[in-house]
């Protein structure tokens, strides 16, 4: 079936350093890709998207990039900040999202 | 502003009664979702909608049961089949031109 992993759980960066959150995808049918940040006790919030006809997008301090050879989708954080720490999750689809175990991040003062 | 609400935000439940959440959205999306989320994991699709007065099964619907009468809400019943419902509780949405999900922000329920 379809799955989406992520290569680490947990992520631990210093305040300032860039983070890479990596996940891979097994749906070569997936058309979209998707990060979401979700805070504690809340609900995911929407980062970034991407379609499979591109392989990297930019947004404010957030880029993602798409490696459809070996189905792999990144999402890198410029300038960590502290309230960049929440659970990250990717997710990929045509019709419906399938969604990523997360990664929880956690920066380092 | 458009959105999506969820209420209400903690629910408490005994054992053996059935409870709804409320999902409502004002975005105009078709398609709507319910996902369960325990503590450090990550999402799990209960049910979805793509019209309405249609909706599918998602991968862990035993337990629960849903009903879309009107596009703008799509609650969910907890019944006393599921039996372990204490868990987050999402409920998104969607546009019939993307699948990108907007989400609620969310119900916290504990059955005590």
């Known amino acids: 079936g379809e799955s989406v992993g992520l290569h680490l759980p947990t992520l631990s960066v210093q305040e300032g350093d860039n983070s890479i959150i990596n996940c891979a995808y097994s749906?070569?049918?997936?058309?979209?890709f998707i990060w979401y940040k979700q805070e504690s006790g809340k609900g995911p919030q929407f980062i970034i998207d991407?379609?499979?006809?591109?392989d990297k997008r930019q947004g404010q301090r957030v880029t993602v990039l798409l490696n459809k050879t070996v189905k792999h989708l990144s999402l890198q954080i410029a300038a960590t900040q502290p309230g960049d720490s929440a659970v990250y999750f990717c997710?990929?689809?045509?019709?419906?999202?399938?969604f990523g175990q997360g990664t929880r991040l956690t920066i380092n003062p | 502003d458009g959105g999506i609400t969820q209420s209400p935000k903690y629910l408490f439940r005994k054992e053996g009664q059935n409870v709804t959440l409320s999902c409502e959205q004002n975005?105009?999306?078709?398609?709507m979702y319910w996902y369960r989320q325990d503590p450090g994991q990550g999402l799990r699709l209960i049910y979805y909608?793509?019209?309405?007065?249609?909706?599918q099964k998602g991968d862990i619907a035993e337990g629960y049961s849903v009903s879309r009468e009107k596009k703008e809400s799509f609650p969910l019943t907890v019944t006393s089949a599921q039996k372990n419902p204490t868990a987050f509780y999402l409920c998104?949405?969607?546009?019939?031109?993307?699948?990108?999900?907007?989400f609620g922000s969310g119900t916290r329920l504990t059955v005590v």
């Open positions: 998104a949405s969607s546009s019939g031109s993307s699948i990108r999900y907007t």
């Open positions: 749906n070569s049918a997936s058309d979209y």
């Open positions: 991407i379609r499979s006809n591109m």
């Open positions: 997710a990929e689809g045509a019709q419906k999202l399938v």
């Open positions: 975005l105009n999306h078709d398609a």
């Open positions: 909608s793509q019209i309405v007065n249609d909706f």
